[in-house]
């Protein structure tokens, strides 16, 4: 049950791996093909293809497969290639030579490209709410946290002061610079590829600009073998922001295993939410976060692996662009889990508002205290030169004052600058 069958079936070792994971990969893209299908036969109605009768018969099919699917029961049959397939299998057999009709003006190659850009404009929505929810915890924890001071770190070496409003605000903020890269990733989604055929267009009148509307694209892929070519670009600019997301995740993910640590003490999490040794009772580690860290750094290389599987594919469709969605499908369910997560553990954190009380933690106060004698009018070389020699002989004694007022610093965290920036992300893509 091929749509290119010809009389002759393959043999079954080659069927095997030239399908793979094609047949459960496709029943993420079910929907939208069926959704793809009633835009097409809605266009191909207007350009005479098919009559009034024929399509509201086709509809009304089409509307019954996507129920099934909504409701679960929806299955690609063994033997079957492909969603595309088993869509117009279950019309052939429901409406006999009706059901053969949809297929007029477009190639599974198209049919799978709109399929995917539907998809990917979905997912990157998805994983934009993922990201909002995280940014706004991020931001909410900043505004609790502000006047809570930590020590700050340049080389792991004690350096100036910080807080945990700086802390938190910092990755709410590296969120948005990270959605830029998404905007621009769902832009190349939402371009309607659909008619481009096989690649070099159709000899039938297609209305392009019908499905463009009914599909709700922004706009189109004018030339049809840029429409193809588009097929790994959408997804290699997708991996792009997904990459950007999982590196400031990851970051802050080894940020809390090592301020989890007993050398740091700086926040914990309640006993349920960490895990034990099987030989140490006093354990209690960061499991979530380690696994969230490895997640993170293995979807950095998701860019990667497109980049490869792309790079030297000569112009027009090549079997090799089926692997994309083994490497894209599994990216962006497992990067949402991740911001989900992170979301849901920070709604537990206890943080240390008495830190810097330690002794150890006196030397951050250093550079506090010669801005301090260079305000009051000695030159700052002098200044830094008086403070080294008193730490050089162990006879520093610091003031423990800080007083940061400029914008983005510890007295000025202009969290709502920033959430006016990630407004203006989401405001891109519609939210």
């Not at 018969?57 to 063994?78: C, H, K, N, T």
């Not at 049919?111 to 915890?137: G, P, S, T, Y």
């Not at 994309?324 to 240390?352: G, R, S, W, Y």
Request: proline share 3%; net charge negative.
């Amino acid at each position: 049950m091929k749509l290119w069958s010809k009389g002759f079936e393959p043999d079954k070792l080659i069927e095997e791996f030239t399908v793979g994971q094609d047949r459960q990969l496709d029943m993420r893209l079910a929907k939208y093909d069926v959704q793809g299908s009633m835009a097409h036969i809605r266009m191909l109605e207007s350009i005479g293809l098919l009559s009034k009768s024929e399509l509201d018969v086709l509809l009304e099919a089409l509307s019954d497969i996507l129920a099934m699917i909504e409701r679960g029961e929806f299955e690609i049959e063994p033997g079957v290639e492909d969603v595309h397939s088993q869509v117009e299998f279950l019309l052939t057999a429901r409406l006999g030579d009706i059901g053969k009709k949809i297929h007029s003006g477009r190639s599974r190659n198209d049919q799978v490209l709109v399929d995917l850009k539907l998809f990917m404009r979905d997912e990157l929505l998805r994983i934009a709410d993922a990201v909002n929810h995280l940014f706004e915890r991020f931001q909410s924890l900043s505004e609790k946290y502000g006047n809570v001071l930590m020590p700050g770190y340049t080389h792991l070496q004690i350096a100036m002061p910080s807080s945990f409003g700086l802390w938190f605000g910092a990755y709410a903020e590296s969120l948005v610079d990270d959605m830029q890269l998404l905007v621009s990733a769902y832009n190349i989604a939402n371009q309607n590829p659909l008619g481009s055929a096989a690649g070099y267009g159709s000899s039938f009148p297609l209305d392009r600009s019908m499905t463009t509307r009914l599909l709700g694209f922004e706009d189109m892929h004018y030339n049809v073998v840029a429409a193809q070519m588009s097929r790994g670009k959408t997804e290699r600019a997708a991996s792009f922001a997904i990459s950007a997301i999982a590196s400031t995740l990851g970051h802050f993910a080894m940020d809390v295993c090592m301020y989890m640590c007993q050398n740091f003490g700086f926040i914990s999490f309640p006993d349920e939410l960490t895990t034990g040794s099987s030989i140490m009772p006093h354990k209690k580690n960061p499991d979530v976060f380690e696994i969230m860290r490895g997640k993170c750094n293995r979807l950095q290389s998701v860019s990667n692996e497109i980049a490869l599987l792309t790079a030297n594919l000569p112009l027009g469709y090549n079997r090799d662009l089926q692997l994309l969605k083994d490497i894209v499908f599994p990216a962006t369910t497992t990067l949402i889990e991740c911001l989900d997560m992170c979301d849901f553990m920070l709604q537990h954190i206890k943080v240390n508002d008495d830190i810097l009380s330690d002794k150890k933690y006196d030397y951050l106060f250093t550079v506090e205290d010669v801005n301090r004698m260079t305000l009051s009018g000695v030159p700052f070389r002098e200044a830094y030169r008086t403070i080294g020699l008193q730490v050089q002989a162990g006879e520093y004694k610091p003031t423990r004052e800080v007083h940061h007022t400029h914008q983005g610093s510890i007295g000025n965290l202009c969290n709502a600058e920033i959430a006016r920036k990630m407004k203006k992300m989401m405001s891109a893509l519609g939210k």
